[in-house]
Structures are given as C-alpha cells and as structure tokens.
C-alpha cells in the first residue's frame, strides 16, 4: 500500500470506528493458527473453519451436542433407499447481492464443491449421481449407494451456499476476501498474520440470535500468550488452551473456562506395510505391536500430560458416540505379558524410530511412550519432524512410527476409512486387510443404527487385534473466556460458535 | 569516488542473481512437499495432482527458477499457496511494520550498546568493565522467546501497562503504536545491544590510544571532553558501519519475536511460509530483504569509503 | 554481521608465534582480573559437562510422574520439569550438549571462514570476487533462515544442528579475515617479508594470520552465544538436541509452555547460557587484548 493509500485507508478504518455506536458489543477472539483462504471449497485449516462458521451459514447446522438440524435448508427427507435426499430450503431469504437462496445456488454450490479445480472439498462427497433442482426452493441430491454421513457433510464447509453471480464475477481467487454467502457476520479487513475483523451483516434472517456487533479473530501461536493477552484483557475468549493452563485458568475468579470432548483422537501409527522400514519386528508381527500396547499406560499419559483431561481410549470413535464398541476394554497396562509376548516373538528388545510432531505436548507425549515402552525392553529413539516433512515421509513409509492425531469427524466413516481402508488416502500404516475394506464398504451403505453399529464394532475389534494404529487418546477442546463473555456453547469439533454469544 | 560506487553497484548484480539462486536452492533441500503440506487433512491426490500442477511443481528446478525469476523481473513475485495472495501485496503491507520494528530496536541497541562500550573501554579490566559486559551480554544470552514472555507477564498481565500483542498503525494512533512496540522493540534492541557493545569497547581502546586522543590530552583538555569528543567520535566511525549491517539484518531476523508479539512482519510471515512450504512467499521476502541488506551494506562501504579514501583502491 | 571496516580498526604489527611469545601471552591473559574469572568458570562449566555423570544427583532421563513439576526444594534444588526430571541433573548434563553446539559451531565457522578470507584476500582477483559475492549473498539471507534449511535438509540431530549453525555462521569469517588481510597486505613488514622473497602461504600464516585474531576472537566469543540460543531457536522447531538428552536451549523451549506455573523450569538454563556467554566474552576479550601489541 502507498502512502496515500495508506492514508486514505486510515481515514476510512477511522470512519468505520466512528461509525459503530458507542457500547458497541466487540468479541475479540484469540485464535492458535492465521487461517489460510477463506474459500469454502479451498480452506482446510481448523481455524478457517471457525472463522468460515462465523461468516457463513450451511444447509444444515451441527448442534453443540452433535445434533446435525436443519439450517438454510428448512427440511429434509430420505427416499426408501436412501439414495435421494431431498432439501426444501428456507424460503425468502437472499445472499448480500440480492440473489435468492434457491435450488439452483445449492446446485451450483455443490457443483462448485465437486469439480472447482484443487476443491478439498471433493474427496468428503462420494460419487453423486447428480443434483436436481426440483423446484425453485427443493433440490434433491442422488446418490449411487446409500452414504450415511452426507447430512454431516452438508452441514460442515461443504454445506455453505454461495451465490453464484457474485461468486462468477469475484473470479477463482476471489471467493476467500469476500465470501458470497449467507451469514450472521460479514468480513471487512483481513491483515495475514495479524487480525480478521467480522461485522454483524444487515438484514441477517436470524437476526434474534446476533448479539454482537464485530468480531476479531488474533492469530496468537504460542499458548502463553494467549492466556497473557486473556488476562490483561486484550482478548474476550481463547482457543486451544493446554491442559495445564486450563486447570490453572479455572481457579482464576475473572475468568470462565469450557471444554467439550473432541471427535479425533491421538494415536501412534506404524508402518506395517510400504517399504524396508515395514520389514522389521514391530512392522511385521502382531506380537511385537500388542506388545508396545501393553506396555503403554494410558492413564499415566492422560494424567501427566493433560491432568486428566483428556480420554483415553483404544478406539477410533470417542465415547461418547454410538459407534464406540462396548465390549473392547481398554487393556491395561502389563509389562510382564508385553516382555513375554517379545520373547514369542524372537525380538525381546526391538528397536525402532518414532517420528513425532514439535509441538511441547507431542514431545512430552513422545518420552514418555519411550519410557514405558523401554521398561518392556523396547528401544525407541525420537524423532521431532515439522508436520509437512513427515508427512512426506508417511506417504513415502520412510518412517517406523508416526505419532500422529486426527481432528475427527461425528461419523465414524469420517474417522477410520481413509486413514485403515488400504487405498485410503491418509492410509499412512500402509495397512491392507480385505475383511476391513469390505467392512467399510458395508458400513458405509449401512443405514440403520443397529447393524452399522455391529459393523464398527467389529471393525474396532480387528484394528485392536492387528493393530496398525494405537489408539492412546481423544483430546478435549479447552477453551478459556472473559465473565463478561455469554452464551458461549462449547462444541465437539471444536469450533467457536458465535451466534447467540453476548458480551455484557 | 563516483567510479568505486559505479563498481560497486555493479558488483550488486552477480551478488543478487546469487542470493536467488540460494533462496531458491535452500527451499528445494527442504524435505516434503508443498503440495501435501496445503492439500488438507484428507490428502485427496487429486487435490496434490493439481497443486503441483498450478504451482509447477512438476516441473525441474532449472524451469522453476527460470519461471519464478522472469516473473520477478517483471515486478511478478508470484502468489502465496497457502492465502492465495500476491506475494508483492504482502511484502508491501508488511514492510513498513518490519521496518519501524526495526528502527526503534536499532535506537534501543544503540542506546545500550554504545554506552555500555564506552564505560567498558574507558574503566577497562574494572568491575565497570564486568558490569558493562553483563549489562549488554544479557540481551545476547537471553533468547528472545523468553524475555518477550516474561514481559508481557509483567508489563501486560501484572501491571497491565501495555497491550500484549498486536500492532497498532501509527496512522491509526501514535501512541498505540508506540505501546505495542515497546516491547518487542526492547527485546530485539536488547539482544544487538552485546554486538554493538563489544565492538564499541574494541574501537574505542583503539582510539584512547591514539595519536590525536594524546594530543587532546596534552593540550590539557578535560576527560570526559576527550572522551566523547575526540575518541568516541572516532570510535563510533566502525559501530555505525556494524549499526547498518546488524540493521539490514533485523530486517528479516525477527522472527521469533514477531511471532510472540504477533507483530505482522516478515519473520512470521516466513517462518509460517517456511514450515507450510509456501515457496513464493520464503523467496520474495528474502529476496526483498536481501536487496535491502545490500544496498545498506554498499551505504556503509561507500560512506567509510568517503573518511577512509584507502579502502577505495 | 560485521564489516571488513571493523577490521581496519584494529590492526598493528604482528607478534611472532614462538614458544616465548605464547607464554608471555598466557600471563598476559592470566594477569587480567576479568578474562582469568571468564577462563575460570568456562573451566568450571568445561569439568562439569566432563564429570556430569559424578556430579549430578539424579538421572537426566528417568523422571518421576507423580511429581511434575515441582518447585526447587531440598531434594531438587533446582526443581523438577514436566516429567518430573530433576533439573540440576538436566543442566549438568545439558552443559554438555550447550557447550558442544556453542564451541564446535565456532570452530566450523573458524576453520571454514578463516581459510577462505585468507585466500581471497590474498590472491585477489577473480577468486576475491567469487568468493566475496557468495558471502554477500550467504549474510544477505536471514541467519535462522539459513540453519533452519540447512538443518532440515541435515535432518533433525543436535550434530546436524551444530554443523548447519556453524555454516550459517562462517561467511562473517570470511568477511571479517579478508578485511584485516587486505590492510595487513600492504603494511611495510608484509612488503619486507616479501621482498625476502617468502613464499606466499608462508607469509599469509606467519605474518598475516595474527593481524586477523583480534577481531576474530572478538567474533568467535559472540558466536559461542548466538550458536547458543541458535541451538535453543532450533530445538524450538524440533531441529537440535533430540529428547530424552537435554540441552539448555531445549529445557527452555519446554519451560516456556509453562512459564506461569513452574517458573524455575526457565530460570536455570536461562541463567546457565548467560553464565557461559558472559565468561566466553570476558575471555574473549582477555585474547583479543593480549594479542593486540601496543599495548
């Protein structure tokens, strides 16, 4: 920017400030990350999402308690197969330029999804059979088998209409500066690395349920100075706050603390099939891994790491959800077998790398499995990677054991296929079972509960037998805000839903 | 002279082709690939096909760099992957934050450092001489991490004297600006200040040994005239050619204190791109803050070349 | 950093390397009250990082769970970290990884730097040129920049860390000897041991090295600091010491999630860097005074 125009942009922020009337209500938000292009089909950072939620509506909205309703849309039904979902969307209501919500802006929204070149959004949809508008406010999408988690779908990033004059006039990079969509809060200034300021849109159709009248989102990296910034007040609420910061923030009388258990899990997975570094003990036999297993004490690492906070579990799905397998205790700890399971397997001391992220909390994590593990005869030396070169090395299998999470998803499809399925694309085990991808198949075109809960059950179960991935536990999302805060829901994905949320 | 500075700006050509074709290298030892690194959790290979693609990244790195450095030549210094913005835009908007970042930290230093030198040298091998160097090698042994955060502990949490973090525009508020870069200023500064002391306390012994300090001794002026009239004067000559360098440095060195402070520069702005592998934006802010070390370093040669006409040769 | 301009402040005749000489140059170190304390504790922090397994109380490694965290008390004076591992026993053993990333990332630059500035301020020419573009190029390119490429292509270890920072470090070597070369170059005992008909090589090491140490030590007792806290910036971004072993700059990355509940988990390395920093530059300076000759 020029001088002048640096001037002149001034002038206008400081008309912009006048404008807001005085006790104007202001969230300032702290965030962990600056999120990348708010372009619905392009974002793929956590944080986007949670800007993406604040500036845009989707046809159907997750509740706080993992309830996915209606949003945009007003209704929906299933056809008796469950191969057509049919939307009746929320009539009158009109994008910022005017353009009617109607069937053919979902259309071109879903079309956009599917084919925008680089879309992330692709890889979540399965092979549609196409999307009718079958009048002006309904459009059925066809699908060419049942896929349970579409609801799911439509009420994440791929969910948010677009209006698509204004999206084809705004260009291809055009979309992330200014969202065309539908929302209780429209972007003004973005600064990268610096700041995202929302205001509250005009004529918003829920407007009862708008409180505030701007929002800042501060991308603050490092947790302590987030809290810093919480408690000298530069910041209304906080995101992504440690476990041990967390216990100590809820002692604090000024401040208020939420958390809700998240959907992914932390797991350390191996490499059971790409390459030489598969070919060794604790690639090759089941013992050796079962044995790692036992020698972990999950509740040790909850306690140390996170003071408890956090959930231990074997399992892909967290408790809380349907599709949690009752029956598959957690094993506990028990170095005496895990030492007589690597005699069995001829290695009684199997020595390997584990590849393992930077951040304190996985190193913390990372020594004290080496320490566990080495109490069983295990010798494991440590590898601190930044994420994007191992995650090259993962889907080079140039690596022993990755620890590595998953952010999760409510559908337990989300969270197992395409990190176990052998062709899926975060299979970074390298893990092929047959019995497993038919599995999936099945649970995927399985609707009824009852019987797709038995097949994630028995999914759960054989991963537990063979192991590609040890599951140790699912975090918590932690939160941490100002008295002054209101109405803020805690969620299990983790997102900060700023509807309804007042300051006073 | 107009002929040493006419060579000398030469000579910035090869140096500046050879600072891209590093900044291009370094990028590509970085193991992984940028295309994993933006293609998102699901790591759909059609969305790593056409990263690589649109980004050419499929491409040898001799095409590459042909077609990144045509692109620069014609005020092209290509798009950010990962916010899909014109590198140019960015450096623009982040420049006159480093740099102001950048002036303040460079008084801060010299109002340490330069101080702490003279004492040094003049009550030299004395307990002024311990204490000047603790003074000044404190900021040099404190990381920068640390002492951000145990001031914004103090200054924000404790007294709540000074926002935490953030930048305030001096367009927007003069003294909000000047609240979010105290710190931040003070920890860089702090850390340059060791650098500019130490070589303070060398060229200031130089010239108490001078010819025309003993000269000034003789004609019986007082001490405190001969020090910081005669050989402070001299001595500062070296400091503030190192001043223009460390300078140039700081430019694109402040990264982790950025980063703590979240002042919108380039350190964050790098370190981000680094570890995301958005090439585009590693390379254009060193290459522009390379262009400036060079310049600064040929400012400081050609005005020591002016007092000292040997070095010209 | 660095100038060849600095350079030119601090030059004179040049002391003959011989037996007598470097004794007289020992009591002259020795004699100053400042660089005999620097000589003493970096001897001191020296015995320590050798001795660590003697010295310290505890295991660095094997912590205690059940009690994370702790702050300093009669059995950890020095407190415990977050997996309950004494810290004095951290530091001890921390030394020697701090100390080896400070002192052999010096020496690379040194060994690296020196030669190179040598040559090119000597022979000059076209070889002056290339080399002094590149060092241009090498210092224009941020520092950390520059280590955090080299170390990740290196891989993450703290010997791959050493090398990377001593790399990043050398072209201010090479700057700073090719500016004392080329001032000492024409100074009248140069000329004269050239007209004697000295071979070159002879003459760059006897009689133009010792001009460039002032300044170089200067520089090398900075540097011991910077690789450092350069160590601690790349144990930050998982590039240095690798856990479990510690490393000074590694014990105050992890201490800095918790900065407000276990203060002391930052004090002690925090404290123990500006020991040896403050002892390599008073020693540094206790050299650079007692091979400047005039005085």
Redesign the interface.
């Known amino acids: 920017m020029t001088l002048a125009g640096r001037f002149r942009f001034s002038a206008a922020l400081i008309l912009l400030l006048a404008a807001v009337p005085a006790g104007a209500q202001t969230l300032k938000i702290g965030i962990s990350v600056d999120p990348d292009v708010l372009d619905p089909v392009l974002d793929r950072t956590f944080v986007g999402g949670t800007v993406l939620r604040a500036m845009c509506d989707r046809l159907f909205e997750t509740k706080a308690d993992n309830e996915i309703v209606p949003d945009l849309a007003s209704a929906y039904s299933w056809s008796e197969d469950h191969k057509q979902l049919t939307i009746s969307l929320r009539p009158g209501l009109s994008f910022p330029d005017g353009e009617p919500l109607d069937a053919a802006a979902v259309k071109f929204t879903i079309d956009r999804d599917i084919n925008f070149p680089g879309s992330i959004r692709k890889s979540e949809f399965p092979p549609l059979a196409g999307v009718e508008a079958i009048d002006a406010h309904t459009v059925r999408i066809e699908l060419n088998a049942p896929f349970p988690p579409l609801l799911e779908v439509l009420a994440s990033r791929s969910g948010i209409a677009l209006a698509p004059k204004a999206t084809e006039a705004l260009g291809p990079n055009g979309v992330g500066n200014h969202p065309p969509c539908i929302g209780p809060f429209k972007l003004v200034e973005r600064v990268a690395q610096d700041r995202i300021v929302l205001e509250r849109s005009e004529n918003y159709w829920a407007a009862n349920r708008v409180k505030l009248d701007r929002i800042v989102y501060q991308p603050l990296p490092d947790g302590t100075v987030r809290i810093a910034n919480l408690r000298s007040g530069d910041l209304d609420l906080i995101e992504q706050v440690q476990p041990t910061d967390f216990i100590e923030l809820e002692k604090d009388p000024k401040l208020a603390t939420a958390s809700a258990p998240a959907l992914g899990y932390q797991g350390l997975t191996i490499n059971v099939g790409k390459g030489p570094r598969a070919q060794t003990p604790l690639g090759q036999d089941v013992r050796v891994r079962k044995a790692l297993e036992l020698s972990i004490d999950r509740d040790a690492i909850n306690e140390v790491i996170a003071g408890g906070l956090y959930i231990p579990d074997n399992q892909f799905q967290p408790p809380q959800s349907p599709f949690h397998a009752a029956d598959l205790p957690i094993p506990k700890r028990d170095v005496a077998a895990a030492k007589k399971l690597l005699a069995e397997a001829g290695a009684p001391h199997p020595s390997f790398t584990m590849m393992t992220g930077t951040s304190p909390l996985n190193v913390q994590l990372a020594q004290m499995i080496q320490a566990m593990a080495g109490e069983a005869g295990f010798d494991i030396k440590l590898q601190q990677t930044d994420f994007t070169t191992s995650l090259d090395a993962a889907h080079r299998g140039d690596f022993d054991a990755f620890q590595i999470g998953w952010s999760g998803f409510i559908d337990p499809d989300g969270n197992s296929l395409t990190s176990l399925r052998s062709d899926g694309t975060n299979n970074f085990a390298h893990y092929s079972n047959p019995e497993i991808d038919a599995l999936f198949d099945q649970g995927r075109s399985t609707v009824e509960l009852e019987p797709r809960k038995a097949i994630y059950a028995k999914i759960s179960t054989i991963l537990e037998r063979d192991l590609p991935i040890i599951y140790l536990y699912h975090p918590r999302w932690l939160w941490a805000f100002s008295k002054s805060v209101h109405g803020f829901q805690p969620a299990s994905d983790g997102t900060i839903r700023v509807k309804d949320m007042s300051k006073s | 002279m107009r002929r040493f500075i006419l060579h000398r700006l030469a000579l910035l050509v090869p140096t500046l082709i050879l600072v891209s074709m590093l900044v291009f290298g370094l990028q590509q030892l970085l193991p992984g690939d940028p295309a994993l690194a933006l293609a998102g959790e699901q790591q759909d290979p059609d969305v790593i096909a056409f990263i690589r693609h649109r980004y050419h990244l499929d491409e040898p790195l001799p095409v590459r760099y042909l077609l990144w450095i045509g692109g620069v030549l014609h005020g092209d210094l290509g798009e950010s992957i990962r916010i899909q913005r014109p590198v140019l835009e960015l450096v623009e908007e982040k420049f006159p934050v480093t740099a102001e970042l950048t002036v303040f930290a460079m008084l801060i230093a010299l109002g340490i450092g330069i101080p702490a030198g003279v004492v040094a040298a003049v009550k030299r091998g004395t307990g002024w001489d311990v204490a000047a160097n603790a003074v000044a090698l404190w900021g040099l042994s404190t990381p920068n991490f640390w002492l951000g955060i145990l001031l914004i502990l103090f200054f924000s949490v404790d007294l709540g004297w000074l926002p935490a973090s953030g930048f305030v525009s001096p367009w927007e508020s003069l003294r909000g600006n000047l609240a979010t870069l105290i710190m931040p200023a003070f920890v860089l500064g702090n850390a340059i200040a060791a650098v500019i002391m130490r070589h303070t306390r060398s060229a200031m012994l130089q010239a108490l040994r001078s010819d025309y300090v003993r000269t000034a001794r003789a004609k019986g002026l007082s001490e405190r005239r001969v020090i910081l009239r005669h050989a402070l004067r001299n001595a500062l000559q070296p400091v503030i050619t190192l001043g223009a360098l460390e300078f140039g440095g700081l430019l694109s060195g402040a990264v982790l204190t950025e980063q703590i402070f979240t002042i919108p520069g380039f350190g964050k702005l790098v370190v981000d791109a680094v570890f995301n592998r958005d090439y585009a934006v590693v390379q254009g802010v060193v290459l522009v803050t390379s262009t400036f070390y060079v310049l600064l370093n040929l400012l400081a040669d050609v005005l020591y070349a002016v007092v000292n006409p040997r070095l010209r040769s | ?3 060849d ?2 350079a ?3 030059v004179k005749a040049p002391p003959n390397p011989t037996w007598i000489e470097f004794k007289r140059f020992v009591r002259r170190v020795t004699r ?3 660089a005999l ?1 620097g000589l003493v504790i970096v001897l001191l922090f020296i015995a320590v990082a050798a001795f660590a397994p003697l010295l310290a109380p505890f295991d660095p ?3 205690n ?1 059940s009690a ?2 702790k702050a300093p008390s009669a059995a950890h004076w020095l407190g415990t970290d ?3 591992r004494d810290m004095l026993s951290r530091i001890i053993w921390g030394a020697r990884a701090s100390l080896l990333a400070g002192v052999v990332s010096v020496m690379i630059a040194l060994v690296l730097g020196v030669p190179a500035g040598l040559m090119a301020g000597y022979a000059g020419g076209w070889v002056e ?1 290339a080399v002094m ?2 060092v ?11 280590a ?3 170390a ?2 290196l891989g ?1 270890s703290l010997a791959n860390a050493m090398v990377a920072i001593g790399f990043a470090a050398m072209p201010a070597y090479i700057r700073l000897t090719r500016g004392q070369v080329i001032s000492a170059k024409h100074e009248d005992y140069v000329e004269a041991a050239r007209a004697l008909g000295n071979p070159p090589l002879r003459i760059a090491v006897r009689h133009i090295l010792p001009n460039v140490m ?2 170089i030590l ?1 520089q090398a ?2 540097t011991i ?2 690789a ?2 350069a160590e ?2 790349l144990s ?4 240095g010491q ?3 072993q510690p490393s000074w ?1 590694s014990m ?10 276990a203060p002391w988990m ?1 004090l002690s390395p ?1 404290a123990a ?2 020991f ?3 002892a390599f ?2 020693l540094g ?1 206790g050299l ?2 007692a091979l ?1 000759p ?2």
């Open positions: 950093m660095s100038a301009t600095l030119q402040a601090c100053r009250k400042t304390f490694i094997q912590g769970w994370i965290r977050e997996l309950g040129g573009r590149f241009d190029a090498m210092l224009a390119i941020p520092f950390l920049i520059l955090i490429a080299m990740t292509f993450p002032p300044p200067v007792s900075l600091a910077g450092i806290i601690a910036a930050f971004l998982g590039l690798q856990p479990p700059g105050l990355n992890s201490a800095r999630s918790f900065l407000s509940q930052a925090g860097i500006f040896v920093v403050l530059n008073m300076d650079r005074d400047d005039k005085d």
